[in-house]
C-alpha cells in the first residue's frame, strides 16, 4: 500500500526488510585493482592480486581454490576482527610487507587475531621480524610487549623487555580526562611492565598467563633491569602454559605453579 509524502508524492511504505537491505559497499581509496575483492564488515571492497591471499592465508587458499566463475569476492561480517582498518593493515602487510608499529596496539592486536582466523602462519612470522626491526628503533613501550604477548611468543617478549631496559625508562604520565598515556618516564621509578602500573585498558589486554607470570616476577625480581628478571619471566610463562596444558580448566594450578 502507498501512502503520500509531506510534498504529495506517493511513497512506499516502510516494511520489515528495508532495514535489512544492506549499506552501499565503497571501494578503498588504494586497493582498486585485482582480480579478487575482499569486502570489509563497514562494506569497503578491497581489490587485490588474488595470488597474495592465497600466498598468505590457507583460508583464502581454499576459498580461491575452484575455477574463476563470475565475480570473485567475498563479504567479511565479523564486526571486531574484519573492519576495513584490519582489513588494510592486513593487505599493506602482504603487498608491501609494511606494519606500522607506532599505531594503536588494539589495531595490531585485532590484526594478530585475523592472521590467526585465517591461517596466516607466514605473514604471523613477518610480523614477528617486523617487530624485531622495530626494537632497534628506541621507541619500544609496553604496548609492544603485550603484542608479543597476544601473539604467544615468550621469547619475542624477553626481546622486547630486554630493549625495554636498554633504553630511558619508561612510565606513565596522567593527562587531561584522567586518561592515561604511555610516555618517557616523570616518576622516577616507575616501571610501565609492573601489572600494578599498567592503565587498565591496557591490562586487560594482557593474555591470562602472561600478566600472571609478569606479576609473580615482579613479586621476585622488583625491576626488569635486574639480573635474572627475564630468565624467571621465561620460567614462569612456561610453568603456566604447561599447567594449563595438563588442567584445561586451570583453577589452582596457576596458583601452585
Known amino acids: 500500500m502507498d501512502t503520500h509524502d509531506c510534498a504529495g508524492q506517493p511513497s512506499r511504505k516502510r516494511t520489515r526488510s528495508d ?11 588504494r586497493f582498486k585493482t585485482g582480480d579478487f575483492a575482499v569486502i570489509s564488515s563497514d562494506n569497503v571492497r578491497f581489490r587485490v592480486d588474488g ?6 592465508s590457507a583460508v583464502f587458499r581454499g576459498m580461491l581454490s575452484g575455477p574463476a566463475t563470475g565475480n570473485r569476492e567475498i563479504h ?3 564486526p571486531t576482527l574484519e573492519h576495513s582498518t584490519t582489513i588494510e593493515l592486513f593487505l599493506e602487510l602482504v603487498t608491501n610487507s609494511s606494519l606500522d ?21 607466514s605473514t604471523l612470522k613477518l610480523v614477528r621480524l617486523r617487530l624485531l626491526a622495530f626494537l632497534i628503533s628506541g621507541k619500544v613501550t609496553v604496548e609492544h610487549f603485550t603484542l608479543a604477548a597476544v601473539m604467544d611468543d615468550v621469547d619475542l617478549c624477553v626481546t622486547v623487555i630486554d630493549h625495554m631496559t636498554r633504553g630511558a625508562p619508561w612510565g606513565w604520565e596522567p593527562v587531561a580526562g584522567g586518561q592515561r598515556c604511555l610516555a618517557s618516564s616523570v616518576r622516577r621509578g616507575t616501571d610501565s611492565l609492573n601489572p600494578q602500573n599498567m592503565p587498565l585498558w591496557l591490562w586487560v589486554l594482557v593474555p591470562s598467563v602472561y600478566q600472571w607470570a609478569l606479576s609473580r616476577t615482579f613479586a621476585i625480581v622488583w625491576s626488569p633491569g ?22 584445561p580448566t586451570c583453577t589452582w594450578t596457576l596458583r601452585d605453579a
Open 76 to 78: 567479511l561480517s565479523d
Open 19 to 29: 532495514s535489512q537491505i544492506p549499506e552501499a559497499v565503497t571501494d578503498h581509496d
Open 51 to 56: 595470488h597474495y591471499l592465497q600466498t598468505y
Open 226 to 247: 635486574m639480573p635474572y628478571f627475564r630468565e624467571t619471566f621465561k620460567e614462569h610463562v612456561e610453568a603456566a602454559m604447561k599447567c594449563v596444558q595438563q588442567n
Open 101 to 121: 608499529l607506532t599505531q594503536s596496539v588494539v589495531r595490531l592486536i585485532r590484526l594478530v587475531h585475523f592472521l590467526n582466523k585465517y591461517d596466516c602462519a
